[in-house]
């Protein structure tokens, strides 16, 4: 039962604090995180930062993602809890505002060439951390990964076969019941940018390996160490293409968008559709629901192709 049915308040906004509430809490189940603030603030409110950083790369709007908080602060005061929202809480919700107010899909696509570039700052920077950097960002943009299905994949979730890797999809924004669905990326030709390659070295940094593969894919950093035993967390992925895009010196083609977690995404996407490849195709690869928003994605890669005022004038 939601506890914040406080005289005045209207059903509808009740009914929707409550689906928040139960979005929240099942987050937080199948992190391992507890929900409600107790003797641990500061951890609580890395719980938050995450969920809400969480809803943006689901594709929530700002206004939802605000209401979400709003809903989980109105939880703890009827529960007579401290409340979560603190001056870091508050801030990155006002960060959310600033970059997603209109569209949240408005990222620089992270293009082949970009790619290219970003393999030759990764052989001037080698280790292991640029071993994991390099499968994530080709797992991710070959797969057009979205940041949240990156850092969920365990070991056992990939099999290399002849032709490429089969990656288990276990849950994502379009697989609310988690039936999950197999995922095919093609061998490169270029082995600089062969998601295989780069995989099948990954796992000879991330050894010893269990048997049955239950242990998680990517694991996070601090600095230039790798903390084996930590699943990466999904805000880490922000900083690894930050990284990046500053040693290979990337210039997005739209110098209004900036390079994120989504770059690898709309990256596959965008050429993809200026390779000609069919749209039904590329829209079942990349696993949108919804054909308005993948046409999107169309018209940024392609702007003037079968543009009705071509040759008006």
């Known amino acids: 039962m939601f506890e914040v049915q406080e005289k005045g308040t209207p059903k509808n906004t009740v009914r929707a604090y409550t689906g928040d509430w139960k979005a929240f809490t099942a987050w937080c189940r199948a992190w391992e995180r507890e929900p409600l603030c107790g003797d641990s603030p500061e951890e609580h409110e890395q719980t938050l930062v995450l969920y809400l950083t969480y809803m943006v790369d689901e594709g929530y709007k700002a206004t939802t993602i605000d209401r979400a908080l709003t809903g989980i602060v109105a939880q703890h005061k009827g529960q007579g809890r401290r409340n979560p929202r603190s001056a870091l809480v508050a801030d990155h919700m006002a960060k959310i505002r600033r970059v997603i107010g209109v569209e949240l899909d408005q990222a620089a696509p992270l293009l082949v060439s970009d790619l290219e570039k970003v393999s030759a700052a990764m052989k001037a920077h080698p280790g292991k951390v640029t071993d994991r950097d390099r499968a994530a960002l080709l797992i991710g943009w070959a797969g057009a990964l979205r940041r949240s299905e990156l850092a969920a994949l365990d070991r056992r979730d990939m099999q290399v076969r002849k032709l490429g890797l089969i990656v288990r999809l276990r849950g ?94 709309a990256g596959f996407i965008t050429e993809a559709v200026r390779a000609g490849r069919v749209g039904e195709s590329v829209m079942g690869h990349s696993r949108h629901r919804s054909h308005k928003v993948f046409m999107g994605y169309v018209r940024r890669a392609v702007p003037f192709e079968h543009h009705p005022g071509e040759g008006l004038l």
Not at 178 to 187: A, K
Not at 206 to 214: C, H, K, N, T, V
């Open 172 to 265: 994502s924004k379009t697989d609310q019941e988690r039936r999950g669905l197999d995922l095919s990326l093609p061998r490169a030709k270029n082995a600089e940018l062969c998601p295989v390659l780069a995989y099948e070295r990954w796992l000879e940094v991330r050894a010893p390996l269990s048997i049955d593969g239950s242990e998680h894919l990517f694991c996070r950093s601090h600095r230039s160490l790798l903390l084996m035993e930590e699943r990466i967390p999904e805000w880490q992925f922000e900083k690894i293409i930050a990284r990046w895009v500053r040693l290979a010196k990337l210039e997005p083609e739209d110098p209004e968008l900036g390079f994120s977690p989504h770059s690898l995404r």
